[in-house]
């Protein structure tokens, strides 16, 4: 009895201890708003006092006539139309695996299982190259197209697709519905979880894709908010950190709206029949 209290007691601290670790940074993030750059310097762990948070908020707004406001705009383009488009791609493309026996099926899911594991810096060169002689660099495209392909994306979807029974399908056929009717009107609402799931992955992945539009992007009008940010700098040039983490914060706001929304559609799934 002694040692299952020890027990229990240790993993109540140990998961304590963990949830401190993991909100200290965005708590960190919270009083830092309401400090000036002296008191950032000064590393307390209390609020700035006096409160400098309405003036850092209204020189992150009113930062060179609102751009603010553009590059957040731009990261809900490319985050919001990007996650989508990889989400109908990707669940075309689960469904296609679900449906139809084709030569090289199985081979075709292994190659995406292969590509799903290279990490997205790894294809920035080739994109770059590709897109310098698509004449797309410094455009909204170059940032947008890499984002319709979400080769994860296609791997969860085939893996989500493959809970939607035959007699779904069967039933559907007899009553005469075609291809489009059965991916639309009854195989969608089967795998809605998985379409959120994806979409909430897919989001997070472009809203903080941060190395991709650097390479891609010179304009300052078309950065997202995550690189944005990094530009804020005083006439000298000289970073301005206490406006630069109160747009950080404004960042993260969407995503912990998100993911307050969605979290009960959060159920990944994934394995091949």
Known sequence: MKLGRRFRITVTVVLVLLAVYFIFPFYWLTIGITKNVGQLFQKSLLPGIPSHLRENVSRVFAYQDGVFFHWMGNSLLYAGVGAFMGVFIASLAGYAFRRYDFIGRRLLFVLILAFAMVPGFATTLPLFMMFRDLNLLDTRLAILLPSFVNVFGTYMMVAYWNQVSDEVFDAAEIDGANDFTIYWRIGLPNIFPGAITL??????????NFFLPLVLLNSRAKMPLILGITTITDPQGFP???LTLTASFFTILPLLIMFISLQRYFKPQVYMR
């Open 199 to 208: 979409f909430l992955l897919a989001f997070v992945g472009a809203w903080n």
């Open 240 to 242: 301005v950190y206490n």
